[in-house]
């Protein structure tokens, strides 16, 4: 008896809410076709088609009758009076764009009066979604999304064509999701509620997929962007900062190597943005402010959908984008693993190569793990890998201080000639064997972990026709780096000892800063570290990055680099014999 009163007090407590939200997103899903089919209604004050038209009549008046309806709150009187302007703009004929903008703003007003969540609680499982499409919708969409499956004859109107682009380009991620949840009033597109909600955001990713393969994130990461701005309204301070993370990582991040091999200025531009957008609602700055950038980093994202506009990528961009993905995870790796080796061939001790291979090959095990971890497995999401980057780049940087000091202490003749004796009666110390063999372990692996992700996401974006393309971009990248260990490799052993030691020492120094402003930018897009963006120039391949944090980490490296130098000045050489 009492479960069952419990059972009713919860009922007659989460309806009305439910109600409420399904009626406030019922007038957001009006809104959105209001937006994206006036301009076949009405072109320069006359009716194009009169059934279009009575239509959007119809539909401003169930916007203007519904948020009456809805509990009143202290937004509604500027609702109604908004529904009220977008219904006149309608009986006047207005032009299409000052109907499409009027019906925006309601809709966004709507999202943020009746907190409406735009964006999956979770990131979207695209497989399953496949599966669901090819269940539910392929019928009448067809199994590529344009329109034409066999249940779609003889249809007034006819389905939706999800590669056209005009149509598209008015649908975000919470439009399609809408439209998946309520269907489509007098057509054959049923509502799909019965499915769960992670299922109905799935389908809509995947719908938004179907256009292009960059579509899904650039979408998700637009969408999550504006519930940032509507949770900072909302005093929502907190959460703000989680959904602009999460548009970062679980979006833009996604198509950044095949943007990065298209226009690489505009990658860099839209990832320092997405980071001000955080530094923005630290720094206490007003809504409108931010609403502004934000508006502005969507159109740059909008610059990036167009500029990766298509189905898939093309041979030439898939090509392009594996061999920069491979060079730039690569060479750092590549380059620190031929200097050990060198350094270790210099010295004589090649016995104690096993060990440093033993570290390169137990990475390249793990991250083939981990790659089938993240494709079979489980999702590896943003957060995690950022994490995982920053976090090894933070632990190499400390091994190569470490190593760098070893090596600039041996660099004078009287140092090595010591080191020689020891050699002979000792070996190398194993906390310098143990240090070499990490720092081979967790260089490689920390590369290995971000290119197996990167890889996997750009194969997806290739689609069949390009994959041969990717291969050959991946063959060239690796023919680069084997081309290049071998170089240091042979002339590095050439070098007199000190030079050697000297230059070897220089070039972990300069590895260690790298990796210290690296390895804070990534703590930092995990949302691990704030972000104080500053007026600064970004140089990517030597780790700088125009945040206070960043540079303040690097500093700290840069000092304690010339401390170790002048500690080595004066003491004449390092340890005296």
């Not at 939200?21 to 009169?50: C, F, I, M, N, P």
């Not at 959007?56 to 809805?70: D, N, R, Y």
């Not at 590549?334 to 060198?342: E, G, K, Q």
């Not at 240090?435 to 990167?454: H, Q």
Request: glycine letters at 8%.
């Amino acid at each position: 008896m009492l479960l069952r009163w419990l059972l009713a007090l919860m009922m007659a407590v989460a309806l009305p809410v439910y109600a409420q939200e399904r009626a406030a997103q019922t007038v957001v899903h009006v809104l959105d076709y209001v937006a994206g089919d006036y301009a076949g209604a009405v072109e320069a004050g006359r009716v194009k088609s009169a059934d279009e038209y009575r239509e959007m009549v119809e539909f401003t008046t169930q916007v203007v009758e519904q948020l009456k309806a809805l509990p009143a709150s202290a937004q509604s009187p500027a609702l109604s009076a908004q529904a009220a302007g977008l219904q006149q703009l309608v009986a006047n004929k207005a032009d299409a764009a000052e109907v499409a903008q009027a019906a925006g703003k309601l809709r966004w007003a709507t999202i943020g009066a009746y907190k409406l969540a735009i964006t999956p609680e979770r990131t979207p499982d695209l497989k399953r979604a496949t599966v669901l499409y090819a269940e539910n919708c392929a019928a009448c969409h067809g199994a590529q999304g344009r329109g034409d499956g066999p249940g779609a004859r003889g249809m007034e109107p006819k389905p939706a064509d999800f590669h056209d682009a005009q149509r598209m380009a008015r649908r975000d991620a919470y439009s399609l999701y809408n439209t998946i949840t309520l269907g489509v009033s007098g057509t054959a597109m049923k509502g799909y509620a019965q499915l769960s909600d992670d299922e109905r955001w799935g389908l809509a990713f995947h719908v938004a997929s179907l256009a292009g393969a960059r579509r899904a994130p650039l979408a998700y990461a637009k969408a999550t962007l504006n519930e940032t701005l509507a949770a900072y309204r909302q005093g929502e301070n907190a959460r703000a900062q989680q959904l602009a993370v999460a548009a970062y990582l679980e979006g833009f991040e996604l198509v950044e190597p095949a943007l990065d091999a298209v226009d690489h200025d505009l990658r860099t531009t839209i990832e320092a943005d997405m980071l001000r957008v955080r530094t923005l609602m630290r720094e206490g700055a007003s809504a409108d402010a931010l609403e502004a950038h934000v508006t502005r980093t969507s159109a740059e994202l909008d610059a990036a959908e167009q500029k990766l506009g298509g189905t898939s990528l093309s041979p030439t961009a898939a090509a392009t984008s594996a061999f920069i993905i491979l060079l730039r995870e690569g060479l750092e790796a590549i380059l620190l693993l031929a200097a050990i080796v060198a350094f270790l061939v210099k010295a004589g001790r090649r016995d104690a190569l096993r060990y440093i291979h033993a570290g390169w090959i137990a990475a390249l095990a793990l991250g083939i793990v981990t790659w089938f971890v993240a494709r079979f497995i489980v999702s590896v999401s943003g957060a995690s890998r950022e994490m995982t980057e920053g976090v090894t780049a933070l632990v190499s940087a400390g091994i190569l201080l470490y190593v760098g000091w070893w090596l600039h202490d041996k660099s004078h003749a009287r140092a090595w000639r010591q080191f020689i004796d020891q050699r002979l009666a000792g070996a190398l110390s194993r906390g310098t064997v143990g240090a070499l063999a990490s720092l081979s372990f967790l260089a490689v692996y920390r590369e290995v972990f971000e290119t197996v992700l990167f890889y996997e996401a750009l194969w997806v974006q290739a689609g069949d026709a390009a994959h041969g393309a990717l291969f050959a971009g991946l063959a060239a990248g690796g023919a680069v780096l084997a081309v290049t260990a071998w170089l240091i490799f042979r002339y590095g052993v050439r070098l007199p000892i000190g030079l050697f030691f000297g230059v070897s020492a220089a070039f972990l120094a300069l590895l260690a800063v790298v990796f210290a402003g690296q390895g804070v930018k990534a703590l930092q897009e995990a949302g691990a570290i704030a972000v104080t963006a500053i007026d600064f120039p970004r140089i990517s391949a030597l780790g700088v990055f125009p945040t206070v944090q960043s540079l303040a980490a690097q500093a700290c490296v840069v000092l304690v680099v010339l401390a170790v130098f002048a500690r080595g000045k004066l003491g004449g050489g390092g340890t005296r014999p």
